[in-house]
């Protein structure tokens, strides 16, 4: 059959890799849903959609009877981004965002074939306490913790609409890729922050803490886990931890940044970058006027990821943090087997961000 692929959530850096996949295939249709339209559509159809209106999602979900896959990689954070975490508003809205979709899709795609979910380490607690090394799927989970993946996740294991489809969660751990003013992507943050130093003449200095040994995931890699998880049998109704296959820690990886951004690495000099960033709107805007850059102004390209930033390079925190690591065990034993050096990682995005206009060439 041919295949029909709604991406929900376009605009974001999982949503827009996927469309990048998907947008490569010729056997297939391609839907890209968000309020606002992607950077690139990669020859999909653009439905603009607020998740949030019920019945907005209800007609959207008559016109799409044909659908065979989802890619749901919607998202609603609060102000401040980590406070929101868990906080009830938070939650309630992303279970309903999908609820809303979900239910009247399941009752209309009748070829329906495949979801796929996307959640985090959130699962396993890492917002709130050290993880059990190496946390693993169906065992280190934390539903004690209040968490709009437990919502999502028992929906989907409902499966609305009682059709004969299946269902893929997969829990990346910090991701990389292409967007802009997303919640939750450390280029746009970190390629900012390096531009309004380097045009004071200054070298990168580190803004963190002393942060914990990290795992990452290259978007591309992890659209291409998504493409694989709605076509192979051993990923129907699983669970599955995604990282590149090594691991970082932001001391180590920081003058690979830092060539990549064609500067020098500095000290370890901690700034809360969500609170020193934004009144630097003007220095930013002077930068894209002098580059001739295409990026939008600060709010607008970096989002919430400082506040994403000062969490994952652990601002304030004068001693080791214990280790966020996750076994992706599962998943190479089911079939998927690609890895990708994190460091490589970070300079293919700096120069894609560079080679788009987005950030200063280096």
Excluded at 128 to 144: C, F
Excluded at 219 to 233: F, N, Q, T, Y
Aim: proline share 7%.
């Amino acid at each position: 059959m041919p295949e029909h692929v709604l991406v929900v959530g376009a605009t974001g850096v999982v949503g827009f890799a996927a469309l990048k996949q998907f947008g490569g295939r010729s056997d297939c249709k391609l839907t890209a849903v968000s309020r606002r339209e992607p950077l690139e559509r990669f020859g999909a159809d653009f439905l603009p959609l607020d998740l949030t209106d019920a019945a907005a999602c209800a007609q959207a979900a008559r016109d799409l009877p044909d659908v065979t896959r989802v890619v749901y990689a919607a998202l609603y954070e609060r102000p401040g981004l980590v406070a929101g975490w868990l906080e009830a508003e938070q939650i309630e809205t992303n279970r309903r965002m999908l609820e809303n979709l979900l239910v009247p899709l399941g009752e209309t795609a009748r070829g329906l074939r495949h979801v796929t979910l996307l959640q985090g380490t959130k699962a396993y607690g890492v917002h709130v306490a050290p993880l059990a090394i190496p946390a693993r799927e169906n065992r280190s989970e934390r539903r004690d913790v209040p968490n709009f993946y437990w919502d999502q996740e028992d929906l989907l294991r409902s499966k609305p609409g009682g059709g004969p489809w299946h269902w893929t969660i997969l829990r990346p751990q910090i991701v990389f890729g292409l967007s802009l003013g997303s919640a939750m992507n450390l280029i746009p943050a970190i390629g900012t922050y390096a531009a309004l130093k380097r045009e004071r003449g200054e070298a990168l200095d580190y803004p963190g803490g002393l942060g914990p040994i990290l795992e990452a995931v290259d978007a591309d890699l992890l659209a291409r886990v998504i493409d694989w998880a709605g076509s192979s049998p051993q990923a129907r109704d699983e669970v599955f931890n995604v990282t590149n296959g090594d691991v970082f820690v932001w001391h180590n990886v920081w003058p690979a940044i830092a060539d990549a951004l064609g500067m020098t690495p500095g000290q370890h000099t901690p700034e809360r970058l969500a609170e020193t960033m934004p009144p630097q709107a003007e220095a930013w805007d002077a930068v894209r006027e002098r580059h001739g850059l295409r990026a939008p102004g600060l709010d607008a390209f970096v989002g919430k990821s400082f506040h994403y930033a000062d969490f994952c390079m652990a601002y304030g925190a004068d001693r080791a943090v214990s280790p966020a690591l996750v076994s992706t065990t599962k998943l190479r034993q089911a079939g998927f087997h690609e890895v990708m050096d994190s460091e490589v990682m970070f300079r293919k995005w700096f120069a894609e961000f560079q080679d788009r206009r987005l950030l200063p060439d280096p």
